[in-house]
């Protein structure tokens, strides 16, 4: 006989069904015709499954939809479809989730300062270049920049002993410690106190122009090192000034060019209380340390307006003040060689006997020169601003002289 018994038949003629897809494992009843060849919904996948369980963990996979269809990935990437999300694998000139930013522009000096430690500079059609102050070398990582001698620009050597770099915030402000402020110097008149000035070199002093009206070389003594006056603490170098040198557009009783330079008759001697500070490259003065908001200014200026002098070194931080809103609480014209830092509540501010002292701020863990202690209404008056000179305007000018 031709015909197989039912059962056999039935074998021969059941339809194998495929194990080959995303599924196989999950298969049950009539998931390939709902689920595969249509789209379902969950309460039709819980027909088939007829348990929780299992029908989560088949509509946890089964809800994911293809992450890289809308091909996300831009600048050539390649889309790696992921459990509800995606990953793009970009060329080497880019970055970023999808690919969107060209590495390239990340290493310019407008980003970031290029990520230099110190100074960017820009090459046509090619990556920024790191390089540093003269005091240092660049390092093999092309953007640290190592100190090359004992005592470099803009470091404080008595806090990198202690393995700290903390300080308090003459007016509101409270005492700079031995050695926290090293480039901090003191010019005195015929053996008084007279103004501040800042070290930019062993044998170079800044200063503020006005100070210096109607004096001659030798009635000036600079004193570096001084902490508390009139107590010698074994710090202190003075120096008698060889060349008075004020700047050749400011005018005596004006405010504006208000920059001088002392050179000592003897270079001091540099030490852990006598270090100069890093006059900026001028890019990196105006596009990197004229952002930053707070920096800090000191000296022995009176405490209270129209109070005694303090005998020991003062400092205060002080917050940059936009020149618009500056002039509205002054009656001077603050010109593109100033500008204004303090606040308006007059607790905190320099002040007469400061004058020509620093205002210096702190990039990566390195002092710069951004100003020069120049005028303002009184001392901490309420609703008005210190003035200063802006460093950035001189840069080519101090240089120039001091070679």
């Not at 039709?44 to 089964?62: G, K, N, S």
């Amino acid at each position: 006989s031709v015909f197989l018994k039912q059962e056999e038949a039935s074998n021969v003629l059941q339809r194998q069904r495929r194990a080959n897809s995303f599924f196989e494992e999950i298969k049950l009843g009539s998931l390939e015709r709902e689920c595969i060849e249509e789209r379902c919904s969950y309460e039709e996948a819980r027909e088939i499954y007829r348990d929780t369980e299992r029908t989560e963990e088949f509509w946890l996979i089964y809800s994911d939809p293809n992450q890289c269809a809308s091909n996300p990935c831009q600048n050539g990437g390649i889309c790696d479809d992921q459990f509800q999300d995606y990953v793009c694998r970009c060329p080497i000139e880019y970055e970023g989730k999808n690919c969107e930013k060209a590495v390239a522009d990340k290493l310019k000096c407008i980003f970031d300062n290029g990520g230099c430690e110190q100074y960017c500079t820009d090459r046509q059609s090619k990556t920024r270049v790191c390089f540093c102050d003269d005091d240092y070398t660049l390092a093999s990582d092309g953007v640290s920049c190592i100190p090359q001698v004992k005592y470099p620009c803009g470091k404080i050597p008595v806090l990198a002993k202690k393995n700290s770099t903390v300080h308090g915030r003459i007016v509101g402000g409270l005492i700079c410690p031995p050695g926290e402020c090293p480039w901090q110097a003191l010019i005195m008149q015929d053996g008084t106190e007279k103004c501040g000035g800042t070290l930019l070199s062993p044998q170079w002093v800044v200063t503020a122009a006005h100070c210096l009206e109607h004096i001659h070389p030798k009635q000036l003594r600079v004193r570096l090192g001084e902490h508390k006056i009139n107590v010698d603490e074994k710090t202190e170098q003075e120096s008698k000034v060889a060349r008075m040198i004020i700047h050749e557009e400011y005018r005596n009783g004006q405010v504006n060019n208000d920059i001088a330079l002392l050179k000592l008759e003897t270079p001091v001697n540099l030490t852990d209380y006598v270090v100069p500070i890093c006059l900026p490259e001028k890019r990196f003065a105006v596009f990197e340390l004229s952002t930053i908001k707070f920096s800090t200014v000191s000296g022995w200026g009176r405490l209270i307006d129209g109070g005694a002098t303090s005998s020991v070194l003062m400092r205060v931080d002080l917050p940059r003040v936009k020149t618009q809103e500056c002039e509205k609480e002054t009656d001077l014209n603050i010109t593109e060689n100033m500008f204004c830092a303090g606040d308006l509540s007059g607790v905190k501010d320099s002040c007469k006997g400061d004058s020509g002292g620093p205002h210096a701020t702190k990039y990566k863990n390195t002092w710069f020169l951004t100003g020069i202690v120049s005028w303002g209404k009184g001392c901490a008056v309420e609703g008005s601003y210190g003035v200063y000179t802006r460093v950035s305007k001189y840069i080519d000018w101090l240089r120039n002289h001091m070679d």
